[in-house]
């Protein structure tokens, strides 16, 4: 087994057995009994939630990759040795950056800003997370983020390590001027300590950010380190389009919580397991969370049938049995700044993540389901829009009451799939159909007419062919959008299909979290293993 500061592993066999031993109490398996009991508490820190699921996966992984792996020469003993020990090294960050920096204020006052990076895994690069502004941040959440930003991408082939950034502000208290101040010299920071670049980490939006701070953000590295890279703009994802940003971003998310959801509520077995009919149309849905990712996941829920009856936020909760129209409700909140007085809906004190319902759709935040209120929930299917939004222990409870949980690390990916695409956008330094849309058109406007000259010669006459409006509108080939939406579908669709054969391979039931956990690991264990990492 691979120990950090241990000997190479073709060494392990000629070692004692302390050594051994050793290494062994620092392998994967040395903390499952105290994370598992801190897990299972009432509030558990992020990353022993993080760390809970990845050891009640890392069983099965491990035999899946002694399975899958062609490294047959090796001796059975110390290939066991290899890959408990990758498995291993995935559990702690590589690499975390603490920083602090101080900020003139508009009113001449001086405070100090506190900011972190965390870098998970470099098995593949560039590493890829968001990045935070919020005054919960701390290092614990930054690091247990970037792990889960790992499995997430290894679960939908994306070809990143994970990583997380946060700076510990609440952007409500500073002004426009502050925040850009803040962002450009966090910015410099992380590039100066190899922390950020188009090859190296490249971060995104995230909680309290969005497209303005990633504008800041590739500005500053090309005016500055990357003044001479060709490809500083793919420093960053979640652009404005101006700036080599991709259309489809800012819905990716809530775009990603619909398919995967969709994909397992069509799936007659996984329906008949939770008691329900196939099919989102009719389902009845409440959502919490109107942001960026509740919204888009309540607008294209609503374009395939289901009915939003509820909608919780921060400052209020409504509902109507009847359905909530996510525009009209968007165009209020846009109005007034809230979701309270919606003439749409009323507004209620019930706890309406414990409401009647068959989807429920936590899109804000962490924890919010506990071993308090987790035998209280009455929806058949949670979808995790937010990151973590189900402790452990809650967990273990829908699990056991035969409700199914599609997990964050899938369920969520989408925002991660299509940075993915503006990445290879920035680098190609072109968009995405630019090059064959005047050929596609031609084409299609050819096919038509070789058509119609073959009827007319066959049957001797005019005959005119007629495209329909759906051929008639793709003539011109897919736009941008379009491209970026088929990308997406066809990711969550082949993900979510992994999951289920993993699924069913051990024998896991409802339990889609571990089943992909399960995938991630054995992906990103074989494909360190595959490689010949070297271990010093």
Known sequence: MFC??????????????????????????????????????????????VDYYFNKAAPYAEEAIKAQTVRTRMPVELKDRLISGVLSDLKPCNSVLSLSFPLRRDNGEIVTIHGYRAQHSQHRTPCKGGMRFSNEVHEDEVKALAKLMTYKCAVCDVPFGGAKAGVKIDPRDFSDMELEKITRRFTVELAKKGFLGPGIDVPAPDMGTGEREMSWMADTYKNTIGVTDLNSHACVTGKPIVMGGIHGRTSATGRGVYHSTNIFVEDPEYMEMVGLVPGLSG??????????????????????????????EWDGTIYNPSGIDPK???????????IRGFPGATETDEDLLEGECDILLPCAKEKVITVDNAHKIKAKVIAEGANGPITPAADEILIANKQLVIPDIYCNSGGVTVSYFEWLKNL?????????????????????QSVQSSLESRFSGKIPVTPTPEFESAMGGASEKDIVHSGLSYTMERSGKKIKETALQHGLGVDLRTAAFVLALTKISNNIIMAGFTFT
Not at 328 to 338: C, P, Q, R, S
């Open 4 to 49: 950090k500061g241990a000997a190479p592993l073709r060494h392990l066999l000629k070692k004692g057995p302390l050594t051994q031993a050793r290494c062994l109490a620092d392998g994967w398996r040395s903390d499952v009994e105290e994370v598992k009991r801190i897990a299972l508490g009432d509030d558990p820190p992020f990353s022993t939630i």
């Open 283 to 312: 389902k009845t849905c409440i959502l919490q969370g109107f942001g960026n990712v509740g919204l888009h996941t309540a607008r294209y829920f609503h374009r395939a049938g289901a009915k939003i009856i509820g909608v919780i």
């Open 328 to 338: 009209a409700l968007e165009d209020w909140k846009l109005e007034h700044g809230t």
């Open 428 to 448: 190609n330094h072109v968009s995405y159909g630019r090059l064959t849309f005047k050929y596609e058109f031609d084409s299609n406007k050819h096919l038509l």
